[in-house]
Each structure stands twice: as C-alpha cells, then as structure tokens.
C-alpha cells in the first residue's frame, strides 16, 4: 500500500497483490491466498497491463517461494524489511523458514536493486549473501543511505523525517508505530534508487491514511 502510494503520488499506474487482496488498476478483490498460484498470478498481472498499470507490486510470501509460484517472474526490486519467524507449520524450522525467504533475491533483473532493513539483526546479517546493489534502510541514529527520524508520537499520529544523503522531508502520518516507520523508510528508499524527489515521496507515503486491519485506529 505505502510503495503503491508513493509510486501513483510520482503519476505511475500501480496493481496490487497480496494478502490484503488485488487491485488490477480498476478494482479491489480479495484473494485467498497472498501470492496466487503461477497461473492465476499470470493473469492478474495480464489483466493490469491490460488496465494500463506500469508498475505492480507483489507480497511474496515464504510458501509462494518455497512452492516456487514466482518462476518466470523478474523483478525491478525487492524489499525485505524482516527475517524473523514465521510459519513454522509449513518449513518446520526457522532456519528453513529464512533460507526460503532469502530465494526471493533469486528473482531479481540483473540490474535490480535489493532493499533491505539493516536495524533488523538476522536482516542485517544476510546482506553476504544478496548479489545484487542494495540500498539500506534504519532508523537513525544510523550511517544508512535511507533513514528515519522520528519527531513526534502520540496516540492518534506521528511525525518523522525522511532523511536520504543531505536532503529530508517530513512526514505526519495516522498510522503509528516504528514498523510503521520501516515500511515508508522501504518506499522511500524505492523512490530514491528510481530518482523520485523526497517530497514527492513524502506526499505518496502520506496519502496512505489507513491499512485495513494494520493498526487501524478504533475511536
């Protein structure tokens, strides 16, 4: 949702999919799994070229990868804000569970960039082993490229900097949280390596009010 701000906030036509749902550029559907099946996938992607999407963002979940539904896909780019723990059901250990989430760098173009949330140990520990440029994100004080600034929290909204070389703009968002924080910081750094200006940046990522069911404010 925040990168597909951002990316319409710089006047490109984005599709969506993930466990939120799809939107093939014209409308917003839910999905009954995250990252669909090879050929549902392929046609979601053909119906946004053929709704005039430029860009589409795909959540990549560790099943998807370990059941290889991405073969014959390229990407531009790949975010990964975390290695955690997750899923244990399915890979049984979280070493597995990591190795599978690190395929994903498997798909890159060869002139793709990785984006990849150093502030996050078990993150910050795998970059070796991505072979690809990458662009990293933290929240300072941090020596990152892309950083964040927090300024002000309260109950209902926060304000932080986005900070990438010697330029920064802020940001007033309702969504609150320092995951938060990373996810716009993983946008922004997105925007920088395709040389979109940091305010423009800025209004994309605050375009984006509300995540439904992403601590979403209850009055």
């Known amino acids: 949702y925040i990168i597909g701000g951002m990316l319409a906030e710089a006047g490109r036509s984005v599709g969506l999919i993930g466990s939120l749902g799809v939107y093939d550029g014209k409308k917003l559907a839910p999905l009954s799994e995250t990252t669909p099946e090879p050929a549902a ?13 430029s860009c589409a963002i795909i959540e990549a979940s560790s099943v998807a990868l ?5 073969d014959g896909i390229e990407f531009d780019a790949v975010c990964l804000t975390n290695l955690r723990r997750d899923h244990l059901d399915y890979h049984r250990t979280v070493d597995q569970y990591r190795r599978v989430k690190m395929r994903i760098f498997d798909y890159l173009k060869k002139d793709a960039i990785a984006i990849c949330n150093v502030d996050d140990r078990v993150t910050d520990a795998a970059l070796h082993l991505i072979n690809c440029p990458t662009l990293t994100i933290g929240i300072q004080p ?5 950083a964040g600034r927090p300024v002000e929290r309260q109950r209902g909204e926060q304000t932080f900097y ?3 070389g010697t330029d920064g703009a802020p940001v007033r968002s309702r969504i609150v949280g320092k995951e938060h924080i990373y996810n716009c910081l993983a946008a ?11 305010k423009t940046i800025a209004r994309g990522v605050e375009r984006v009010e509300y995540i439904p069911g992403r601590m979403e404010q209850i009055d």
């Open 188 to 198: 922004a750094a997105l925007g920088v390596a395709w040389n979109i200006d940091l």
């Open 66 to 70: 370990a059941e290889r539904r991405l």
């Open 41 to 53: 996938l392929a046609e979601l992607l053909a119906r946004m070229v053929d709704n005039g999407c």
């Open 142 to 146: 941090t020596e990152c490229p892309v």
């Open 162 to 164: 986005i900070v990438a």
